[in-house]
């Protein structure tokens, strides 16, 4: 029996963010992060999710909000499922432009969303002409006015983390150890044990601490970085084979398989999407 599942993508090349058009029955995607701020507003049925440790339930008309980093999963709980669209932004332009907007918001520290859902007409309504606008193609003017629109509406939203002190408590400490070991060795195959190596503690011990520093284990952390990195490479052309080659997959069809159960799209078909360029 065919999927009623589908994902409509398209990426706006001026301000790099990403608009997603989708509906998902049953379960929709496992837990995972983004490094982009995800805008988004559910426009049929029910679709929970669970992020910052509650469960969350998004009715028609309500805005979802998500930093980057934040683990998230998705669910439809009621038959028909749910649809939503959604804007990627990206961090660099979102705090570009939040700068550019002193006389209204501080801009100390990193922008940060207040609460994960809203029930805010006037955050909805932006949050859909923002996403008519990019993911219609509409013309440059157009396209800025209504990103204009969703900045404006966002004020009321945001907060501003503070850079991380110092001091960290010990099982922090080595959790972030272990994430940084993972981002710079991304590209290889590895294991438990190079953790352990890095952070001076068991590999029992770091697996205990960056679940519980970052909510998902260090494997599940891995591979959600990898995707990233792949959907970068493939955004700028790079072919499916290359990217996998690259970030340590077995092979193409290797990445195809952890690409489609987190995204619901193919890699040569999101490459299709952002580039036009031919599968």
Excluded at 182 to 197: F, S, V
Aim: hydrophobic share 40%; charged share 20%; proline share 5%.
């Amino acid at each position: 029996m065919a999927s009623a599942n589908w994902v409509d993508l398209s990426k706006d090349k001026d301000s790099g963010i990403e608009t997603i058009h989708a509906h998902f029955e049953g379960h929709a995607y496992d837990p995972h992060w983004h490094d982009s701020y995800l805008v988004g507003v559910t426009q049929y049925g029910l679709q929970q999710f669970s992020c910052r440790r509650q469960k969350h339930q998004s009715l028609p008309g309500k805005v979802f909000m998500l930093e980057p980093g934040e683990i998230h999963d998705g669910d439809a709980v009621q038959p028909g499922g749910f649809t939503y669209h959604m804007l990627y932004l990206d961090p660099q332009w979102l705090s570009r432009e939040l700068a550019a907007r002193r006389d209204s918001l501080s801009s100390a520290g990193d922008p940060s969303f207040e609460n994960t859902l809203a029930q805010d007409p006037q955050l909805a309504q932006a949050t859909s002409l923002a996403f008519q606008a990019l993911h219609g193609k509409e013309l440059r003017i157009v396209r800025q006015t209504a990103l204009d629109g969703l900045l404006s509406a966002l004020g009321g939203h945001l907060t501003w983390q503070p850079p991380r002190l110092q001091g960290e408590a010990p099982w922090s400490r080595v959790a972030n150890q272990a994430r940084e070991y993972l981002h710079a060795h991304l590209h290889e195959d590895i294991g438990l044990e190079q953790l352990a190596a890095a952070t001076g503690e068991s590999r029992f011990v770091v697996s205990r601490a960056f679940k519980a520093e970052f909510g998902l284990p260090p494997h599940a952390y891995l591979i959600q970085l990898k995707l990233t990195r792949a959907r970068e490479g493939l955004a700028l052309g790079r072919t499916p084979a290359a990217v996998a080659a690259d970030l340590g997959f077995a092979d193409q069809s290797h990445l195809g398989r952890w690409f489609r159960r987190a995204y619901q799209l193919t890699p040569a078909n999101y490459r299709r999407l952002c580039t036009n360029l031919p599968d």
